[in-house]
C-alpha cells in the first residue's frame, strides 16, 4: 500500500526552457541506470527476501526511488513547458515530441524505451545486494555525467541531492550485505541459497 | 487560534524535517537497536506530523490523512498546484 504526499522529496523550481538537457536528463526516468528501474529492481526483489533488516531496506529504498522518479520528472517538465515550436526544431526535441508532444514517458537519452531488462531480481540475497549496489554506483555517474553538462544551479542543485542519495543507498545495501553474510556459513558464504534451501513455514 | 504562519517558511520546515525522517528510517532499518537514531526519529517524526497538520490547516493539505485538518468547506485535495508545477513548492 501506498500513500501520495503532495510535495516532492527535494524542491525543483527551474526557469528556463532546456530541451536539450532535458533529453540528457530523461535517462534518469527511463534509462538504464534510472530512478523507474530503480524502484522495481528493489521493489520486486523484497518479496522472497528472508532477513527483516533487509526487507526494509529495499521496500524504503524501493519507495524513495519513486520521490526520485518524481523530482526527475518535473525537472524534464520544467525544462520542457514552454518549448516553441521554433525551439523544438533547434534543439533535435521534435523527434520526442512527435510521439509523445510535452507529456512524459519513460525512455533512455538514446530514445531507447523503458525495459524490465534493466534490472535483475535473481533470488539470491547475495546476488540481489550486488547488483544493487552496483545499481546505485552507476546512477551516481549518470548524475555525475549530467553535472559535467551544466552549470544552471536551478539544474545542480536537485541533481546533486540525487547524487547524494545513491551514495548513502550504497552504503545502507553495503550494510544489507554484511547483516545476510552474517546469517549464512562464514566459510562458505554460497553453501546454500537462503531465499530457496531454506523456506520457512508461515504456518498460516 | 493560532497566528497564520509564513507558507514558505513552514513548507521548507516541512521538506528539512520529512528530509531527516526519510534518511534516519534507513539508517534504523540496518541499525535497529541504536537508542540515538531511534531517540532523532522519535523527535523528527514528531515535528514533521505537527507540522503538516499546521499546513494543512492553514494551506490545505499534504498529505490524505491531514485533509480533515484545513478548515475548507469542499474538497481542497486538488485545489493547490501539484509538486511539479510553477509555485508547487
Known amino acids: ?204 | 487560534m493560532s497566528e497564520c504562519p509564513n507558507r514558505k517558511e513552514l513548507f521548507h520546515h516541512i521538506n528539512e524535517v520529512s528530509f531527516a525522517v526519510d534518511d534516519i528510517k534507513l539508517y534504523l532499518d540496518t541499525h535497529p537497536c541504536d537508542d540515538e537514531a531511534l531517540e532523532c526519529f522519535e523527535e523528527y517524526s514528531q515535528l514533521r506530523n505537527e507540522a503538516l497538520k499546521e499546513y494543512a490547516k492553514h494551506f490545505g493539505p499534504l498529505t490524505v490523512d491531514t485533509a480533515v485538518c484545513s478548515e475548507a468547506d469542499k474538497w481542497n485535495w486538488i485545489q493547490d498546484p501539484w509538486p511539479w508545477q510553477e509555485g508547487g513548492c
Open chain 1, 1 to 204: 500500500m501506498w500513500l501520495y504526499e503532495k510535495r516532492l522529496q527535494y524542491p525543483v523550481k527551474i526557469s528556463e526552457t532546456n530541451p536539450k538537457l532535458a533529453q540528457v536528463i530523461i535517462s534518469q526516468f527511463g534509462g538504464p541506470d534510472g530512478e523507474l528501474a530503480a524502484s522495481m529492481r528493489y521493489l520486486s526483489q523484497r518479496y522472497t527476501m528472508p532477513y527483516n533488516e533487509v526487507t526494509g531496506i529495499l521496500t524504503d529504498i524501493g519507495t524513495e526511488e519513486l520521490a526520485h522518479m518524481e523530482i526527475v520528472c518535473a525537472i524534464v517538465h520544467q525544462l520542457t513547458r514552454d518549448l516553441t515550436p521554433e525551439q523544438l526544431k533547434a534543439s533535435g526535441f521534435d523527434k520526442y515530441y512527435v510521439d509523445h508532444t510535452l507529456a512524459l514517458w519513460p525512455q533512455a537519452a538514446s530514445g531507447a524505451p523503458w525495459t524490465a531488462t534493466y534490472f535483475q531480481s535473481k533470488g539470491d540475497p547475495i546476488t540481489d545486494l550486488h547488483e544493487n549496489m552496483a545499481a546505485e554506483q552507476k546512477a551516481r555517474t549518470t548524475y555525475d555525467n549530467i553535472l559535467r553538462l551544466t552549470n544552471d544551479p536551478e539544474i545542480c542543485d536537485p541533481i546533486r541531492f540525487l547524487r547524494q542519495r545513491e551514495i548513502v543507498h550504497y552504503q545502507r545495501f553495503g550494510e544489507s550485505l554484511r547483516i545476510v553474510q552474517e546469517h549464512l556459513d562464514s566459510k562458505n558464504f554460497y553453501a546454500i541459497n537462503p531465499e530457496f534451501d531454506v523456506r520457512q513455514d508461515c504456518g498460516c
